[in-house]
């Protein structure tokens, strides 16, 4: 079968907004968060003589933790400065900047100035879902292995935010009973620092209820479309019984998409030269992902049964032998259970990192 392919890469500057608000460094934190909630943005960029930043939502926690006032210049905060591109270059370029953590892109003219602003969204609203993932569902997705954080609702505020600022994340989903009832997210902490709530109230008090969630057997087509329609940067998937199966990031979405743009493109010899150094290790990332595990870095049950067939063909034309050692770790549930999946994972970590260690030792 042969699909048929745009392949013209709009430039960034056809689809970045135009329409960014900007703030200069002299400003104080006070007058920065008062025009994101009048404009109702999670971040603002931050000028400074020309040099762009991002002012997030991460920034004012750390304000607060320190017990600074908002009155502060902007200059005595640390801002992470925003990457830069050209108006001209194509969103095949824009890939290695969704590698950090800024889902930003600051677009300037030839001269420099700024001529707008590339979101994440603004590159998913640029791929073609209905070519390249009608077929392809969260559930096959949710294989790769990844873990989602999910808290409980008696938790209090202050220490879901200091998780969220020490692990940066930019949400939780709060869980009773498998069921996902809540979400807290970066509109959530500017709603409660604006208003100075009490953070010692369970996280329950300022969740946003209820959660919108998509079914395990979605595609990632219908995924893109709904992160469109509702303006989200996430996918909460529960399952057949409505329970929590995990979370999708808009990211993780685009590098997909990106990585089965890249199979179709193979079809057209004369596009091949448009496949730079950038997408091939955007590929061997999605490769990583799909083989090991992202909490422990061990191989998952995938890789696990790629090497297990390769071996056992091995060794059955040899016609030797070979061991399978299983371990299991005692009482895990009761960790859970008492010091929460946090915890858990922790030792989860620690205990795979000492069986590497002991099989480097071996095999030494």
């Known amino acids: ?24 460094r002299d400003n104080t934190l006070l007058e920065a968060i008062e025009i994101m909630c009048e404009q109702g943005h999670r971040n603002v960029v931050v000028d400074d003589s020309g040099v762009f930043f991002i002012l997030r939502i991460n920034d004012f926690l750390d304000t607060k933790i320190r017990e600074q006032g908002l009155d502060i210049s902007l200059h005595n905060v640390e801002l992470a400065q925003l990457p830069v591109m050209n108006k001209n270059e194509t969103i095949l370029d824009t890939m290695e900047c969704l590698s950090c953590n800024i889902e930003y892109i600051c677009v300037v003219n030839d001269d420099k100035t700024l001529y707008g602003i590339v979101t994440h969204t603004d590159i998913t609203s640029s791929i073609d879902p209905d070519t390249l993932m009608n077929n392809f569902c969260l559930h096959d997705f949710l294989k790769l292995g990844r873990r989602a954080r999910w808290i409980e609702q008696d938790l209090s505020t202050k220490e879901v935010l200091d998780e969220m600022r020490n692990s940066a994340s930019d949400s939780v989903i709060i869980v009773e009973d498998k069921k996902p009832i809540g979400i807290f997210t970066t509109k959530d902490i500017m709603r409660i620092i604006r208003k100075n709530s009490n953070l010692d109230l369970p996280i329950k008090a300022h969740m946003s209820s209820p959660v919108e969630s998509m079914s395990i057997g979605g595609s990632v087509k219908e995924a893109l479309e709904f992160l469109k329609q509702k303006h989200f940067k996430r996918v909460v998937v529960v399952d057949e019984m409505g329970n929590m199966a995990g979370v999708v990031t808009q990211k993780e979405l685009i590098s997909l998409t990106y990585s089965k743009w890249a199979i179709f493109m193979k079809e057209h010899q004369e596009e091949l030269n448009l496949i730079n150094e950038t997408l091939i290790s955007k590929n061997k990332k999605i490769e990583q992902l799909a083989s090991r595990d992202p909490l422990t870095n061990l191989y998952n049950r995938y890789k696990f049964s790629q090497l297990f067939d390769s071996l056992y063909e091995t060794m059955s034309q040899n016609s030797s032998k070979m061991s399978l050692i299983l371990i299991d770790i005692d009482y895990f549930k009761k960790i859970n259970d008492t010091y929460g999946h946090n915890v858990g994972d922790e030792v989860l970590v620690q205990i795979s990192e000492l069986i590497r260690r002991l099989l480097r030792e071996r095999a030494m």
């Open 1 to 24: 079968m042969r699909y048929e392919v745009n392949m013209r890469f709009p430039t960034v500057g056809e689809i970045a907004t135009t329409s960014v608000v900007t703030i200069k």
